[in-house]
């Protein structure tokens, strides 16, 4: 491996998981490592989206070194290293880009998408894991981002609305028969119901470009910052929270939503 700075960090994970280094490192598994990987993973996500330069490089750090952690481990039991990640990465990202590396031609970012999902069919095809349209998307991605990724593929394969105008009638069907279920108080009708009603919003987002798990992460961040100011205002008067009127939390609450704008 000729990257000096990545085996300076592969040296640290091979010293924490050797004789004489972390018991907690060591007792680690690939299955004790999902829950860090999903948190770091949102981490980088988050240190986007605060546009701070310091904090993403941290994070990136902190998502890279779990990978590297992981690959440590399958090195120790299932005899491959992050020099075999890296290479199978390369190989499959030059596989998939036959418009820069190799002689298809693809002028618009649509048409490689629609040849990203040709090639990674084929490559199914090729290791039998053929699973058909909605094959391949893993069950422990967010409910809503893998609803948007199921509705994606299913739209690819022609099972789609004509156009958004559709979606919004069905959404409005949607909201009615919601209704209906919670008039009837009827438990497991109301689930269902809300559940079509997100799927539905999801192929809303899908039709306008949004992708419905980045809106909804923003929009609960702005709800955090919104719920802080009124707190801190609030809290700095010697007043309780949840004895302070609805009326006045309402008033700091559009009072936070100007602040914001300046």
């Known amino acids: ?26 007792e680690q598994t690939l299955a004790s490592l999902v829950p860090f990987i999903i948190e770091e993973a949102y981490e980088v996500v988050a240190a986007i ?3 701070e330069p310091e904090n993403l490089k941290e994070e990136l750090g902190d998502l890279l070194f779990q990978i590297i952690f992981a690959s440590q481990i399958t090195k120790e039991y299932q005899g491959f290293d992050i020099t075999s990640v890296i290479d199978s990465s390369f190989e499959k990202m ?14 618009t970012s649509e048409e490689v998408l629609k040849r990203w999902a040709e090639i990674k069919k084929e490559e199914k095809k090729a290791a039998k894991k053929e699973e058909g349209y909605l094959g391949g998307i893993p069950e422990v991605l967010p409910a809503l981002l893998r609803a948007h990724k199921v ?23 949607e909201i009615e028969e919601f209704r209906t279920a919670v008039k009837e108080a009827n438990p497991s009708g109301m689930e269902e119901e ?16 949004v992708n419905p798990e980045d809106a909804l992460r923003k929009t609960i961040g702005k709800f955090i910052t919104r719920f802080h100011y009124l707190e801190k205002v609030i809290t700095e008067r010697g007043d309780d929270i949840s004895a302070t009127p609805i009326d006045e939390m309402e008033r700091l609450w559009q009072e936070a939503k100007v602040k914001e704008k300046k």
């Open 49 to 51: 989206d605060s546009k």
């Open 151 to 173: 509705s994606q593929k299913a739209a690819k394969a022609g099972f789609d609305w004509k156009d958004i105008d559709e979606v919004f009638l069905k959404l409005s069907e």
């Open 1 to 26: 491996m000729k990257r000096p700075e990545l085996e300076k960090l592969v040296s640290l994970m091979e010293r924490l998981r050797g004789p004489g280094g972390c018991p907690w490192d060591r």
């Open 94 to 107: 030059v596989r998939r880009h036959p418009h820069v590396f190799g002689d298809t031609k693809a002028e």
């Open 194 to 209: 809300l559940g079509d009603i997100l799927f539905t919003l999801v192929n809303v987002g899908r039709f306008i470009e």
